[in-house]
């Protein structure tokens, strides 16, 4: 018997081979791993990959499908990584770096593109991010107007492509540049020559990733009129949330590394508005948004005069980032991080006199420290540590000193078309979900999978927190009293010299 595609998303994915850019990545890593578990009967998924690190993409491949990710998968449907074809490539190279053989081979097959791959370094050269994000999505969509049967072409963005608009709407908008004409610009010109008109071309963008992804978008946008395209545009991407389990992660990025930073004690001052809202979503309910729409694309491709279906993946239960240190702080105290070098104690301040005074506050006793383990002979690097930390905190002060609004109506218009029987398995709904067990789970994720630290250490882990406390409280004490002498100092000096 067979099943409606219109009814069942898993019976619309039996025998559609997808093209997959990005499959190393977080997103893609989790792409996989759902597709080949819910969708069983898809026919392949290509993963377009690039050699790294001596290994070739069939080991690259061999070696990514050993992570705790696929254990679930491994378990339920080991046949299932047979229809994973690894194919050598690079966005960032003309034509994705393809061979004319693989090219002509996704001609033939492919019927599903989803692009997820992108430059994601926010400061990168602006050649880099127009090769690795503008020019590599207008070589994906040459390349699906050759495919014979191409039924979806969905783009991964980005919520933040246009920052300069206070409320972000579910549409496509006219774009800032001429797309054409910043590759040819980036083809010719030397990155020197190009550096030089950075901060022109950038206009009121804050870095290069989120005015390359912007245009990326115009690029999509203009293929549209003959190609079925969909954007969905996240927002800032954090562990799953339960599928294939909860608190899965294996990135440093962003608002991971900030709260490992703040767990182990090394991020004391924030540069951000407390107010503002923490604008995150789980990468598992991602997935499915994606899945839901590249299933919604693929029903109306018949349907003429259709339109490019732009779709916000955002978060559903705001959290103001005050809130959110406040939570992270006191699950940091219940499942302490093994290794940390200060009290976890971070505070957020919008002032930027007020966050410089307290950055140098709190490097004293960073400097104190080193200096303590340098004459004892031990190594220690913490001066070095916050100072990358205080550099990462500048690049992301941009977005943790705004608020965004963003609508929704094509999210939940998606939603409500998700046939009940697969509401349980793809629904990306998340508006009922714990954030404070959601953020343990993401705690202990990192802890697992990131740093590798074993849940049964916590005991010990407390031990060295308490360590940790009473040495802060004995260089808070000296820091005081030598400030104190030296006011004592300087007050005495003047009413008595």
Sequence with gaps: MTIDPAKSISAFYAGQSIFLTGATGFLGKVFIEKVLRSCPDVCEIFLLMRPKKGLNVEERLKKMLNLPLYNKLRKEQPANFEKLIPISGDVREKELGLSVADRQMLIERVTIIIHSAANMKMHDSIKRAIFGNIRATRDICILAQNMKNLIALVYISTAFTH????????????????????????EILDEHTLNIFTTKCLDCFPNTYTFSKNLAESVIQEYSSSLPCAIVRPSIITPTYKDPMPGWIDNFYGPVGFSIGIGKGLIQVIYGCKSSNDNVVPVDIVIKAIIVVTWKLGLTINITNSTLIVLHC??????????????????????????????????????????????????????????????????????????????????????????????????????????????????????????????????????????????????????????????????????????????????YSYIYV
């Design 163 to 186: 920052v300069h608009e206070p409320f972000i709407e579910e549409r496509a908008y006219p774009p800032i540049a001429d797309w054409q004409k910043i590759i040819e610009m980036a």
């Design 314 to 491: 955002i978060s559903q239960k705001y959290l103001t980032y005050h809130d959110y240190l406040k939570l992270l702080l006191n699950i940091t105290n219940d499942i302490p991080m093994e290794g940390i070098i200060w009290t976890p104690n971070a505070v957020m301040t919008d002032n930027t006199v007020l966050f410089y005074i307290l950055t140098i506050l709190r490097i004293l006793p960073a400097i104190l420290i080193d200096l303590i383990f340098k004459f004892s002979g031990r190594p220690s690097a913490i001066v070095q540590a916050q100072r990358k930390l205080y550099l990462v905190n500048c690049t992301l002060s941009y977005f943790l000193l705004r608020d965004w609004k963003f609508s929704n109506t094509n999210s939940l218009i998606l939603l409500s078309s998700i046939p009940p029987d697969d509401r349980d398995m793809f629904s990306f709904e998340h508006a009922d979900s714990d954030i404070k067990r959601y953020i343990k789970n993401s705690a202990i994720g990192v802890k697992k999978f990131l740093l590798y630290e074993d849940m049964n250490r916590l005991d010990a882990a407390r031990t060295h927190g308490k360590r940790v406390r009473l040495l802060v409280a004995i260089v808070d004490i000296i820091i005081s009293t030598c400030l104190l002498w030296i006011i004592f100092q300087r007050i």
